[in-house]
């Protein structure tokens, strides 16, 4: 089972940037697609971003499209989000996750290890 931890969560406001990174206990070079999920309150788990090994498949959901970046480091064995422009609705816990294989996507239920969330809050 691969541990993942994520880091970097906090309060921002509104417009503000913040910067989440997620190690993982194994090369992720080996874990094929990884991705950023996050759930507000009383919401349901959405997908955030995904990136293929290679970095080469990187989709994004609509409502982060243009504000977040995501990336992996292959070396530090670290997946990254970048967040800037944040708004109010950005508020949840945001969760690392992998998956092996080449397949990569935001179907939740193929992804094998998680990590146990970070939170982030933008205020007003």
């Known amino acids: 089972q691969v541990q993942l931890v994520e880091s970097g969560g906090g309060s921002v406001q509104a417009g503000g940037s913040l910067r989440l990174s997620c190690v993982a206990s194994?090369?992720?070079?080996?874990?094929?697609?990884m991705g950023w999920f996050r759930q507000a309150q009383g919401k349901r788990r959405e997908a955030v971003a995904a990136i293929d090994s290679p970095g080469r498949y990187i989709p994004y959901a609509a409502s982060v499209k243009g504000r977040f970046i995501i990336s992996r480091d292959n070396a530090k064995n670290t997946l990254y989000l970048q967040m800037t422009s944040l708004k109010l609705e950005d508020t949840a816990v945001y969760y690392c996750?992998?998956?092996?294989?080449?397949?990569?996507?935001?179907?939740?239920?193929?992804?094998?290890?998680w990590g146990q969330g970070t939170q982030v809050t933008v205020a007003s």
């Open positions: 996750a992998a998956r092996p294989g080449s397949v990569c996507g935001f179907t939740e239920n193929v992804f094998t290890s």
């Open positions: 194994t090369y992720i070079s080996d874990l094929g697609c």
